[in-house]
């Protein structure tokens, strides 16, 4: 079955979601925090639809008008403070709902020195003279035309001379408001992991299970069995893929002692690795995975639903040191563009179909599996823990800029910060047209297991 399309939609779905989320987190911070949000967009400008505006407020003296949803100004509201308008309103409990607002021909001198009041109208309304103190117009919810992910655009973001923007708030709420974005990837990465500890079962990757015994194996000669934790080999503790296979490689024909767990035994066997094994097999003759404990209760899947957001955030941290050891190859951990993650998906997906179709009603021994869900996973966490990264134009770069006013109480200037991350932008713009074209260069080769 050509599963293309289909890997196709659940990319571009999961990729613009998956942005969205991430801005999402921005969105809801500020608001909470009383930061004013101009714009949420979804797609990148320019501008197809303005599909909704959320209410606002503005201010004239110490009357506070609220402006409905959806409220159709007559002139961009911010060009218009401390300038004179005009305004009807109409009395709703305590509150002032607006109706209308023009440019006064008032005085403004006079306006600044008399305070408006409100007039009633014969139709009911009230009118209110008056200098525009503040405003905050509500947010602009947008469909662009560029259909990759979306962004969030607070008010004064990066001027803090901006009454009510994101620059002008305290450096706290501005902390919060960054992190805010890579929270909602992570508790996103959370609820995936949910599922999947509930239907799948808990994958501990710090235990290393055999998966495969070939046939006529020293693994098989040695009476170990499909199920065995692997606890100890040559006295040395295992808990990843790479100690054992280490410690394998480096006794090819000599014997290896290894401690097994078996349900509630413990175990110890001799085996001795083949300097020359079949074609496809190992020297060992077994295939090794994680394993995987199944939750038998509501607490259990919480548990190590957050354990398995912790192995992916600790597997990300610790990739770059992997690296430098060599513990991993290098294009275990090479940068991988639009087309490498679509790649990726297509495997994914059409491994996913290919057990579904193959599954028959009556083998209960051939679960549905969710390769795509645990990419869907792994790619949402990493992509909150990569924006905090202290680079500049990421997150984690304007969070550097905000540790100096928290811990010595001095800003630094907001006109080189702004510079730093132009410069910031402009690098990481580069490097993804670079990784991007190394994607058809030298593509990523993926195989069936």
């Known amino acids: 079955m050509d599963t293309s399309l289909l890997a196709a939609l659940v990319f571009f779905v999961v ?24 714009e949420f967009g979804i797609g990148l400008p320019p501008r ?17 008008l609220d402006i409905p949803p959806n409220f159709d100004f007559p002139i961009d509201l911010p060009h218009l403070l401390q300038r004179g308008v005009a305004a009807t309103a109409r009395r709703q409990g305590e509150r002032w709902i607006l109706e209308t ?31 525009l103190e503040q405003a905050s117009p509500g947010t602009e919810f947008t469909l662009n035309w560029l259909p990759l992910g979306g962004f969030v ?21 501005r902390l919060l408001v960054l992190v805010a974005g890579s929270t909602m990837n992570l508790l996103a990465g959370f609820l995936i992991f949910l599922f999947l500890v509930s239907r799948d079962g808990y994958r501990d990757f710090s235990r290393v299970m055999l998966a495969e015994i070939a046939p006529n194996s020293p693994a ?34 000599q014997p ?65 040191a992997q690296l430098m050891r060599g513990s991993l190859a290098p294009e275990e951990g090479r940068f991988i563009g639009l087309k490498g993650i679509y790649d990726i998906f297509n495997f994914s997906v059409t491994m996913d179909m290919q057990n579904r179709e193959q599954a028959l009603p009556s083998q209960a021994s051939s679960p549905p599996t969710y390769s795509t869900l645990y990419l869907i996973a792994s790619l949402t966490i990493s992509i909150g823990l990569i924006n905090l990264f202290p680079f500049p134009a990421l997150d984690g770069g304007r969070i550097l800029f905000v540790l100096p006013e928290l811990l010595v109480r001095r800003r630094v200037p907001h ?23 190394m994607d058809f260069i030298d593509p990523l080769v993926l195989s069936m297991p």
Do not use: C
């Open 15 to 38: 990729f613009v979601g998956m942005i969205l989320v991430h801005e999402f987190g921005h969105y809801l911070a500020a608001r909470w925090l009383g930061i004013d949000v101009e």
């Open 48 to 64: 197809a639809w303005r599909f909704w505006r959320s209410g606002g407020r503005l201010t004239l003296g110490h009357y506070t």
């Open 415 to 437: 006109e080189l910060e702004n510079a730093v991350h132009a410069a910031g932008m402009i690098t990481l713009i580069l490097f993804m047209i670079y990784i991007n074209i």
């Open 101 to 131: 607002i023009d440019l006064s021909s008032l005085d403004e001198d006079l306006l600044r020195t008399t305070p408006p009041e409100p007039t009633p109208l014969p139709d009911g309304r009230y009118r209110f003279d008056g200098l």
């Open 153 to 173: 655009r607070p008010k004064g973001e990066n001027d803090p001379s901006v009454a009510g923007g994101l620059a002008a708030a305290t450096p706290w709420r």
């Open 256 to 320: 290896v002692t290894l401690v097994l767990q078996r349900g509630n035994q413990i175990i110890t066997v001799t085996a001795t690795p083949r300097v020359q094994p079949p074609k496809g097999e190992g020297p060992l003759g077994i295939r090794m995975s994680e394993q995987i404990v199944l939750a038998r209760s509501v607490g259990e899947v919480i548990r190590y639903a957050g354990l398995s957001v912790y192995q992916q955030v600790r597997a990300l941290l610790l990739l770059p």
């Open 220 to 253: 098989e000669a040695a009476g170990m069995q499909v199920g065995d934790v692997v606890l100890y080999a040559n006295q040395q503790a295992i808990h990843d893929f790479d100690t054992l296979g280490n410690i394998i490689r480096l006794n090819l024909g």
